[in-house]
């Protein structure tokens, strides 16, 4: 539930560069968080090493995989009509394997193969590097399965293929994994301990990107501001670390100004964080470089201590308070967004209301809701009644709603008049005419496209806006250019 779902981009049919060589074709849908869809770059990029081109046309793939997610029940249920629909097409192209990639896969492994037989495959988050075996095994008539959890993979020696890619921003993995056991997420089981990837690794990719002409980086984890390296292996073992290790390990703040330095004129923004872990070491060095984007995504999930203990988060309301003061202190412009689940097991009138009354405290840029559903294998699952009636929990969640619509506008608002600058992403969706790009804060501006280009830093003053979008006009190049 702690990862931000980008509901636009929902069962993309990704699509990369052909390969020089390459004769099959892989179709490959991503469902779910960030993560996600950068694992499934590095599938695509495993894969074109095994005579793979990617394809947007599901009729002509020799592969058909499905990366998957079992943080909501609706992604669950919208990757089951879509292995229906895969199977129907395998009717008419028999040669045509399926196979199940990431959350869902791990979780649900004995259904999809044995009970159900709708796959070929199933693959977990740390065994792609095993899929040239795998496929080996299914083109010569045998089901394959590997969901192996692992105590070291990060994918750092791959280079991911960027897929769908508009060629200004990327994402770049630093951690995989979460220790954090909150009661309502599955991801420490179907994604394993959390372990960080070596920071050396880290920098060559950043590198890499802003030599293709990349301008924007955002590092990605469940949980990025518990990053550690002490030289490979769990977070959770580094008590045993030897005294070198332990004077050398990378935390994140290290690794923050590490990419910071590296590529001066690159933005820098992370996700997502965790209050309980989040340091003021690295919010000065946010301070410091100019080049690290003003937000951070920190998700509060309750502002009920009563509720966020039955969660398992560490943290009580007084202390996320302290952290958002400390924020505010040190970067007074900073834009803050929110994960909130709404509805969770004995939830009281009185929970819901200090839930708006922490909302009202903080007054976030934007945010992600959702009503709770259980998700099995939890430990809500386990031990708590869904007992909060389907309705209470939708006017619970309106009312959640309509209060963060009135605090989106309020932010935005705080920008009109001054002059930002803004990375062009791409064209505005609603007119050929206009950019899109975002601010610091990463709130979204438009403006009149004029002579300026993808991937220009360009100074915009603010001149309007709409409840989360800015409205405004070219000035000038920034000097990050």
């Known amino acids: 539930m702690e990862k931000i779902i980008d509901e636009t981009v929902q069962g993309t049919a990704l699509n990369t560069k052909k390969g020089k060589n390459n004769s099959r074709k892989l179709y490959i849908e991503s469902y779910g968080c960030q993560m996600n869809f950068s694992d ?41 009509k879509r292995l229906e629909k895969f199977n129907k097409v395998k009717r008419t192209n028999p040669h045509m394997k399926v196979g199940v990639l990431g959350c869902m896969a791990e979780r649900l492994k004995s259904k999809f193969l044995e009970e159900e037989k709708i796959v070929d495959m199933v693959v977990g988050p740390d065994a792609y590097k095993d899929l040239p075996n795998l496929i080996q095994e299914i083109d ?51 994604r394993g301990r959390e372990r960080s990837r070596d920071p050396h690794s880290i920098i060559e990719e950043v590198n890499d990107l802003w030599e293709k002409g990349y301008k924007e980086v955002t590092l990605l984890g469940q949980n990025v501001d518990s990053y550690l390296w002490y030289g490979g292996g769990l977070k959770k073992e580094f008590v045993n670390a030897s005294d070198m290790q332990k004077a050398t390990a990378v935390d994140f703040a290290d690794l923050l100004e590490m990419v910071a330095l590296a590529q001066p004129k690159m933005r820098i923004r992370f996700s997502t964080s965790n209050p309980q872990d989040m340091t003021l070491d690295a919010i000065k060095i946010m301070a410091k470089y100019k080049n690290i984007c003003n937000h951070i995504h920190l998700p509060v999930q309750s502002g009920s201590n009563r509720i966020l203990k039955a969660m398992n988060r560490l943290h009580t309301r007084e202390e996320y308070f302290r952290l958002i003061d400390d924020i505010r202190e040190l970067i007074p412009n900073c834009g803050i967004s929110q994960d909130m689940i709404i509805g969770f097991p004995t939830e009281t009138q009185q929970d819901h209301e200090d839930t708006l009354s922490l909302m009202e405290y903080v007054k976030y840029d934007f945010g992600y809701m959702f009503s709770y559903s259980e998700r099995p294998g939890t430990m809500a699952a386990r031990k708590l009644d869904d007992d909060i009636p389907e309705e209470v929990k939708q006017k619970r969640l309106a009312e959640v709603i309509a209060l963060q619509r009135e605090h989106c506008k309020y932010r935005t608002e705080e920008h009109l008049g001054k002059t930002e600058e803004i990375l062009i992403e791409g064209s505005s969706k609603k007119s050929d005419a206009h950019w899109m790009g975002r601010n610091s804060q990463n709130i979204v501006a438009i403006f009149p496209k004029e002579h300026y280009k993808v991937g220009d830093f360009v100074n915009v003053k603010m001149n309007d806006c709409t409840s989360a979008t800015l409205l405004g006009e070219a000035v000038d190049y920034s000097d990050n250019n």
């Open 40 to 80: 499934s770059e590095i599938v695509a990029s495993i894969l074109a090493n095994e005579g793979y081109d990617t394809t947007q046309n599901l009729n002509e793939a020799d592969l058909v995989l499905v990366n998957t997610c079992s943080i909501r029940e609706k992604a669950e249920l919208t990757v089951r």
């Open 140 to 190: 010569e008539g045998r089901n394959a399965v590997n969901v192996i959890l692992s105590k070291d993979e990060t994918y750092g020696d791959v280079a991911p293929v960027r897929l769908n890619t508009n060629g200004v921003t990327a994402f770049v993995s630093i951690t995989r994994g979460c220790d954090n056991m909150c009661t309502f997420c599955v991801v420490p089981f179907t």
